[in-house]
């Protein structure tokens, strides 16, 4: 089992920053493919970035391409989402999940096999 708890959601102003958290705990020694996802108030889950499990590759929505950045720290077993230039559009929870035994990510969520509780990221205009 993993455990994942995410940090550093907020109200911030258009155009302004955050960076989200993602941290593992538990059986963190096997290797995880990682995704950031968000869901807004009566809409479906959204893939956001992913990385895969040794952090050389990452992807990104096209809604987020140019401001958003995945990166991660597998020593300390941590996961971060960089948003810049926030849109009120980006306002959502934000969620981190991983994928158990994979390399790469992928924009499905039924398929990573733990998450975390979620993160409010709201952006005012």
């Known amino acids: 089992q993993v455990q994942l708890v995410e940090s550093g959601g907020g109200l911030v102003q258009a155009g302004g920053s955050l960076r989200l958290t993602c941290a593992a705990s538990?059986?963190?020694?096997?290797?995880?493919?990682m995704g950031w996802f968000r869901q807004a108030p009566g809409k479906e889950r959204n893939f956001v970035a992913g990385?895969?499990?040794?952090?050389?590759?990452?992807y990104y929505s096209d809604s987020v391409k140019g401001r958003f950045t995945i990166s991660r720290n597998t020593a300390e077993n941590t996961v971060y989402l960089q948003m810049s230039s926030l849109k009120p559009e980006d306002t959502a929870v934000y969620y981190c999940?991983?994928?158990?035994?994979?390399?790469?990510?992928?924009?499905?969520?039924?398929?990573?096999?733990?998450w975390g509780q979620g993160t409010q990221v709201t952006v005012s205009s």
């Open positions: 999940a991983a994928r158990g035994g994979a390399y790469y990510y992928t924009p499905r969520p039924n398929e990573y096999d733990f």
């Open positions: 538990g059986r963190t020694s096997s290797s995880y493919a």
């Open positions: 990385i895969t499990w040794n952090g050389d590759r990452t």
